[in-house]
């Protein structure tokens, strides 16, 4: 068994908030997301949890895989951090 981390879909949405008429309220709502998401994530894997990486954006929707490949890393990148705290 495997969390799926689909935070993608909230970035994406930040990207192109423009677009889809998410107002300053909505980004700050969808930068909790994130930040809840990603938190959630680095407990999962202080807790041994497998995590895998997936998406359900819409192919409109879908981001390029360098994008899919960006969160991954900076999710990798932010539990390395996480780790080093005391």
């Known amino acids: 068994m ?4 689909n935070l993608v ?21 969808n930068d909790l997301v994130i930040d809840g998401g990603l938190r959630s994530l680095e407990i999962c894997k202080r807790a041994g949890v497998p995590v895998a990486y997936g998406t359900d954006l819409l192919v409109s929707c ?23 705290r005391p």
């Not at 879908?62 to 080093?84: K, Y």
């Open 9 to 29: 879909t909230y970035y994406e949405m930040r990207k192109r908030a423009a677009e889809f008429g998410m107002s300053s309220d909505m980004l700050a709502k």
């Open 2 to 5: 495997f969390l799926i981390a």
């Open 62 to 84: 879908r981001p390029s895989s360098r994008a899919s490949s960006s969160s991954a890393r900076r999710f990798r990148s932010r539990s390395r951090s996480s780790a080093r």
